[in-house]
């Protein structure tokens, strides 16, 4: 069965400090993927999309079919990134599978 | 309005009470999804709406729940005989249904079943 594996619930890091947030999904030989962020009170929306290879917010996102992961980075955290974050695959044409999420504290 | 906009806010019920909780999509977007967020398990997919196609129900949990589209608009889920574990966020979803389009997601629905 298709699946996105989000290992970590929560992530915990300094101000300052690199962020990895890891994604990992089912084999599929062209696969589409998400990010999806949710701050605190607000509705959850969209980050990325690795087709679209662009960066939002410093952060940025690498297919890597050998290893099947997209995992979310940014190479300085900033208190305004604390929320919870999803990564989602596509699975058919309008069908997403979704990661449990993982819940991102930056420290001051 | 600019967004897609979900009604109730929060909602607490008795065990055994139905609820409805409302949708109202972006204008335009003819893709409507509902989704259940619990803590710790992601989002779940409930149902899919398509314009006037046939709607996926394929992630309906039990026959308890039901939805509706009217119009191409508007959607209603329904549960009825609400037990402790349909206690969650229930969040709508719509996309201008061009696949793969960004999903544009509501505020949800903070369901409480005592």
């Known amino acids: 069965a298709q699946r996105v594996t989000q290992p970590e619930k929560l992530l915990s890091v300094f101000k300052g400090a690199p962020v990895e947030l890891k994604c990992n999904y089912s084999?599929?030989?062209?696969?589409?993927l998400f990010w999806y962020v949710q701050y605190s009170r607000q509705r959850l929306q969209l980050l990325l999309r690795h087709i679209s290879r662009e960066s939002i917010k410093g952060f940025t996102a690498d297919l890597n079919k050998g290893e099947t992961s997209f995992h979310l980075k940014k190479p300085f955290a900033q208190e305004e990134d604390s929320a919870m974050y999803y990564c989602?695959?596509?699975?058919?044409?309008?069908?997403?599978?979704w990661g449990a999420g993982t819940k991102l504290i930056i420290k001051p | 309005g600019a967004g897609v906009s979900q009604s109730p806010s929060n909602k607490v019920t008795e065990k055994g009470k139905d609820v409805e909780l409302r949708c109202d999509p972006i204008?335009?977007?003819?893709?409507l999804y509902w989704y259940r967020q619990s803590l710790g398990q992601g989002l779940e997919f409930l149902i899919y709406f398509q314009g006037n196609s046939a709607p996926d129900k394929s992630g309906l949990p039990s026959d308890r729940f039901s939805a509706e589209r009217t119009g191409g608009s508007v959607s209603t889920l329904t549960i009825q005989r609400t037990q402790q574990e349909d206690s969650a966020v229930y969040l709508c979803a719509s996309n201008p249904g061009i696949p793969p389009g960004e999903l544009f997601f509501g505020e949800g629905s903070r369901l409480t079943v005592l």
């Open positions: 204008s335009g977007h003819t893709a």
């Open positions: 084999y599929s030989g062209s696969p589409e």
């Open positions: 989602a695959q596509r699975y058919s044409n309008y069908q997403l599978i």
